[in-house]
Each structure stands twice: as C-alpha cells, then as structure tokens.
C-alpha cells in the first residue's frame, strides 16, 4: 500500500518560515519523483516545487524560487519543502504528490501527479 503523509504545516506570521515533511511508505523514492503542490481557497491547484527520483533535480515555480527548497532524506523515506519568507500569498493547503518518470533526472509542475497525500495547511497571517 502507497500512502504519503504531509506533516509540518501551521499558522506564522509573514516573514517566518516553516519545513513540511512528506513522508512516503509503499514506494522508494529512488523510482519517483515527488512534487509539492498547493491549493489556496478559491484558486486551482499550482505546482510548487520537485525533486526527481535520482534527487539531483528539482524545480521550483517563479513565486516560490530563492524562499523554497526542496531536499529529500532517502534513508527516511521523506522529502521536505523548507519554506522561508513566507507571505501571506503562500496560505494554501500543500499535498505532495508521487509520480513514476522514465527519465531519472526529471520532474515536472505541470502534469498529473499519479498519488497524492491528504495535504497540510500553511496559513501565514499577522
């Protein structure tokens, strides 16, 4: 059974910053890339950020680049978004996805993800 766990998320003032942990059971994340996405009230769902299944990859959205980073811990099975600066704009629920690619050093934003997670909420609020 493939499950994927979103933890992490919460309430912070803007400025501050915060890691979501996604953890993964049922799969390694040597055969999938995994993607973070998130879905603010009233808006579609975005790609945030990815990482590849061989790790030496990621991608990040424009809004997102040079406060967000993605990284992955093979030996727990997780991948963490860090999130600094953040801005009340990055109040979402944020799922992370799983997604088997051919090639090992690619991930994409703008495809369908196969599994997701339950999601997490970020508000950032003053």
């Known amino acids: 059974q493939l499950y994927l766990v979103e933890s992490g998320g919460g309430l912070v003032q803007p400025g501050a910053s915060l890691r979501l942990s996604c953890e993964v059971s049922?799969?390694?994340?040597?055969?999938?890339?995994i993607g973070w996405f998130r879905q603010a009230p009233g808006k579609e769902r975005e790609g945030v950020s990815c990482i590849s299944r061989g790790g030496g990859d990621s991608d990040y959205a424009d809004s997102v680049k040079d406060r967000f980073t993605i990284s992955r811990d093979r030996g727990k099975n997780t991948v963490y978004l860090q999130m600094n600066s953040l801005k009340p704009e990055d109040t979402a629920v944020y799922y992370c996805?799983?997604?088997?690619?051919?090639?090992?050093?690619?991930?994409?934003?703008?495809?369908?993800?196969?599994?997701w997670g339950q999601g997490t909420q970020v508000t950032v609020s003053s």
């Open positions: 049922g799969i390694s994340l040597d055969h999938y890339a």
């Open positions: 996805a799983a997604m088997s690619f051919f090639v090992s050093s690619a991930c994409y934003l703008n495809v369908e993800y196969k599994y």
